[in-house]
């Protein structure tokens, strides 16, 4: 028997949330990151590895196994994971003590629209790790009743995340980020009892991903379990129309909350697409495409013109995110390999450049006491080096080359561009958006006159724990902007198979003649 590593990699962060819980102001804070820490070593240590798979069975009435597995794309995914939890644990190293920015600390008054956290700081901390450790076995569960119940038990951290720190609405927004998503696990979970019914129809039922893939269904039946899944996934990407529930969460949450939902938990939702709706139902997949196509390509425009009208930094940064994952869902349902294989790095790049973007305006935030783009103006004079790497972190969100997401969307557009031209040449248009929401908030924020109250609140650049926070961000999206080879290698076989389950196959080139 092999070392069992993937339960270790899921295991440690939430062994050490416990634990973080039971030390309190005892050293917790240093426990935390230490765990997040060692949790990112194993992280890394596991993408060279093959023969990973765990298997041990759990429920043998049912056919529900305890097994996990590690593809290229979930190695990617656990590699964004254990990356940007010590990051945020760092930046949120004060979260809870009470302290109101330029204030004396301990002053549990509101202040500048932020409520006194209910929670500790080390609160904050083990609810993170247990999110880390919940995500990761999301990622990596090759039993479907496995992934189901830790896609479901990512909620809990995550609403008290919401619930306990943040804005004056933090209870209305993280109330409503449990409905929808609760509404998205009871739709899944009805798929979910429908595949196990189908396979216990067979005479040995199995919920094991491998067994379920493939399954003989009725095209009717096909059909509406997709549905369930994909409804499901798509709160949780999220997409147009159920989205509504991720500006208000932003804007309330944290920007260390917000970094772990947007750039972690919700890759949930492509995740699933490719691993479950392409692998159970083909058919359906291929028949839903243009239904899909059109929502993506909405999501893409919709985000984008909302992200330039947002008077909110935070709700702009969300928006964004309902843009990208627009792109990401079009690159899945292009069926094309290079489309696959780029909305698989997106979501590493996405992950990059969004929690970058929030924690840059968590600083601005902490600085002027609000994140609304008209109480700022001229910061860059006054705060050069923030304004700097809010500058690098915006070019990557809108694709800059060299920077981590361009390669991810320009194979997705070349790959969707073959097989779906004119949803193609509608998305790129949100690549222009993208320019002018990214430079008009750069512009309002940190150019022109200094404005009296930036000049009263921004008195300090980033101090070295701060630099700590994004200079790993910076140099990460350098280096897979750069680099993307390793990446793009590890995730290509996990699009060839997603193309095999769809019984697709790449348009073939067209070659011209030179005008014979």
């Known amino acids: ?111 500048d629209g932020v409520l006194p956290p209910r929670w500790s700081t080390e609160a904050f901390m083990a609810l993170a790790l247990m999110l880390e450790g919940f995500t990761l076995y999301v990622f990596m569960a090759s039993d479907l009743l496995l992934f189901y119940i830790f896609f479901e038990a990512t909620l809990i951290p995550m609403y008290f995340l919401v619930a306990g720190w943040g ?30 019914a189908l396979s216990a129809g067979r005479g040995a039922p199995s919920l094991l991903t491998s067994d379920l893939t493939g399954l003989p269904m009725s095209t009717g039946t096909e059909r509406w379990l997709f549905a369930a899944f994909f409804i499901a996934f798509a709160i949780k990407a999220p997409m147009v129309p159920v989205h509504t529930w991720l500006p208000d969460t932003a804007e309330q949450a944290r920007p260390g909350a917000s970094s772990l939902l947007v750039a972690t938990l919700d890759k949930i939702g492509t995740f699933g ?58 690159g899945i349902f292009s069926f094309t390999t290079a489309s696959l294989t780029g909305s698989i790095f997106y979501m590493l790049g996405h992950g990059f450049s969004a929690a970058a973007m929030f924690l840059v305006v968590g600083f601005l935030a902490d600085r002027r006491g609000s994140a609304l783009v008209a109480d700022f103006g001229g910061a860059q004079k006054l705060v050069p080096v923030l304004a700097g790497v809010f500058l690098v972190s915006g070019l990557a969100t809108l694709g800059l080359p060299g920077l981590a997401n361009f390669a991810g969307e320009y194979l997705i557009m070349s790959g969707a561009w073959s097989r ?25 924020v940190f150019t022109g006159p200094v404005t009296e109250a930036s000049e009263k609140h921004m008195t300090r650049d980033l101090n070295g724990r701060e630099r700590a926070v994004i200079a790993p961000l910076i140099v990460l999206m350098l280096f897979f902007g750069l680099v993307p080879k390793p990446a793009l290698d590890l995730v290509a076989p996990t699009a060839q198979q997603a193309m095999v389950h769809v019984s697709a196959s790449d348009p073939a080139p067209s070659v011209s003649n030179g005008g014979k």
């Open 420 to 444: 779906h031209l004119v949803f193609v040449a509608v998305a790129v248009v949100a690549t222009v958006l993208a320019a002018v929401y990214v430079m008009l908030a750069y512009q309002r």
């Open 273 to 330: 697409m490719i691993r479950f709706c392409l692998a159970f139902f083909p058919g359906a997949s291929t028949w839903a495409t243009p239904f899909v196509l059109t929502l993506a390509v909405i999501s893409i425009l919709y985000g984008a013109f909302m992200a330039i009208g947002a008077k909110n930094l935070l709700r702009l940064v969300a928006y964004t995110s309902v843009s990208h994952f627009g792109f990401m869902v079009l």
């Open 167 to 196: 804005g004056p609405g933090r209870t209305g927004a993280a109330l409503k980020f449990l409905l929808y998503s609760l509404l998205g696990g009871l739709v899944l979970l009805a798929g979910v009892i429908g595949m196990y």
């Open 1 to 111: 028997m092999t070392f069992p590593w993937l339960t270790l990699v899921g295991l440690l962060p939430i062994a050490g949330s416990l634990l973080v819980l039971v030390l309190g102001g005892r050293g917790g804070k240093a426990v935390a990151l230490c765990v997040a820490l060692a949790d990112l070593v194993l992280g890394v240590a596991i993408w060279p590895m093959d023969s990973l798979a765990e298997r041990h069975s759990w429920i043998g009435a049912i056919g529900a196994w305890y097994a996990l597995d590690a593809d290229g794309m979930t190695k990617l995914l656990v590699l964004l994971t254990v990356i940007l939890v010590p990051i945020v644990l760092l930046a949120e190293w004060h979260v809870g003590d009470g302290r109101v920015p330029g204030r004396k600390a301990g002053r549990l008054v509101e202040t």
